[in-house]
């Protein structure tokens, strides 16, 4: 059994045909899937789909990306994850690769949600492009090892996973890892301790070999496991195992 930990259900390239992908999901034995909001108009759909669907969770937060959305109060957040399926805030984090210039107001966002974070006591989901210093800096002076998280999409060196990972959080790739040009992300995927490692397709984006440039969806995960299985020289039911039960400890999701 298999969870993709971070992915978009709710956007077009998915929703147009979301029965046809949760059925690949479990012809697949992706048996959970976490849908990610990205930002307050997006969420209701997200919490809808996941109050439908015993499988799918949600989160609720406002991604780096989106300069000209207002800024969400921390109370606001953690009013809105209020619910048994709402299992994390985010995504949220900082991405300096994107947008340039004065990008305080993307780091007052970003302590914004682990402000939330910490009143709700959810985890965090955390996007990191090209800001990595910044991004541990800020998870460390607001404390966010008092709630954990999960660094999503992980392309950074292995210093960096081990930064976030001395603050209680998990490292998850994507379909990055199987690509040929990452080694040096393929490195980080083989030291990543089995109990912080996380899979994730991120979907609809980043397919992973052989079907990049694609349309992703959570049933590839299976890929992603594969490809650190071999990396790691293991079983592919030990990753799926260990990624399974880790997703289950971190978003405090029972057993299924």
């Known amino acids: 059994m298999f969870v993709d930990s971070h992915c978009h ?32 108009d997006d969420f209701p759909q997200v919490l809808a789909l996941a109050k439908r669907h015993p499988h799918i969770f949600g989160s609720v937060g406002v991604h780096p990306d989106y300069e000209d959305l207002p800024l969400v ?115 980080v995927a083989t030291k990543v301790p089995m109990e912080r490692l996380l899979i994730e397709t991120d979907s609809p984006y980043l397919a992973p070999v052989p079907f990049r440039g694609k349309v992703n969806e959570p049933g590839l995960v299976v890929h992603v496991a594969q490809e650190i299985a071999q990396l790691r020289a293991l079983p592919l039911d030990r990753i799926a195992a260990e990624t399974t039960n880790n997703f289950n400890t971190l978003f405090r999701v029972l057993q299924s």
């Open 9 to 40: 259900l709710t956007f077009p390239e998915l929703a147009a045909d979301l029965d046809a992908v949760l059925s690949r999901m479990r012809d697949n034995a992706v048996t959970r899937a976490l849908s990610v909001s990205v930002t307050m």
């Open 73 to 187: 109060v921390p109370a606001e957040i953690a009013r809105l994850a209020d619910h048994p399926k709402i299992i994390a805030i985010g995504e949220t984090g900082l991405d300096y690769y994107r947008l340039k210039g004065d990008l305080e107001w993307q780091r007052e966002r970003f302590r914004n949600h682990i402000r939330a974070a910490r009143l709700c006591g959810k985890p965090l989901i955390i996007h990191c492009r090209a800001a990595a210093d910044d991004t541990l800096r800020i998870l460390r002076e607001e404390g966010a090892e008092a709630v954990g998280g999960v660094m999503h999409c992980f392309t950074e060196s292995w210093e960096v996973a081990q930064g976030a990972m001395d603050l209680g959080f998990y490292i998850s790739f994507s379909g990055i890892v199987t690509f040929k040009n990452a080694q040096a992300l393929k490195d």
